[in-house]
Nanobody, 126 residues
Framework: QVQLVESGGGLVQAGGSLRLSCAAS????????MSWFRQAPGKERELVAA????????YYADSVKGRFTIFRDNARSTVSLQMNSLKPEDTAVYYC???????????????????WGQGTQVTVSS
């Protein structure tokens, strides 16, 4: 099992940047595919970005391509989301998620992930 704790959320003006981090503890972090999801009030939780266990493959939602970057540091058991050019529509609670997998497949569905963090709030003001 793995425990996930997100940090780095906050209030930022449109056009600004934030970096979210997710610290993992428990079993070997490098055995897990990781992702970031977000959920805005009244909306479904949606995938933002995902990354394979070794960082070789990534996936981004169309709405964040070119603005967000997901990366991981297996030595430090962390996965991060660099968010640039933030927009008010990026406002949401952001969740880190993990799935035990050492394949090259990038998992994109919410149901693919077994472990979740508690979430961190990101608010972008216009």
């Amino acid at each position: 099992q793995v425990q996930l704790v997100e940090s780095g959320g906050g209030l930022v003006q449109a056009g600004g940047s934030l970096r979210l981090s997710c610290a993992a503890s428990g079993r070997t972090f490098s055995s897990y595919a990781m992702s970031w999801f977000r959920q805005a009030p009244g909306k479904e939780r949606e995938l933002v970005a995902a990354i394979t266990w070794n960082g070789y493959s990534t996936y981004y939602a169309d709405s964040v391509k070119g603005r967000f970057t997901i990366f991981r540091d297996n030595a430090r058991s962390t996965v991060s989301l660099q968010m640039n050019s933030l927009k008010p529509e990026d406002t949401a609670v952001y969740y880190c998620a993990a799935r035990l997998s050492r394949t090259g497949y990038v998992y994109t569905r919410r149901s693919d992930y077994d472990y979740w963090g508690q979430g961190t709030q990101v608010t972008v003001s216009s």
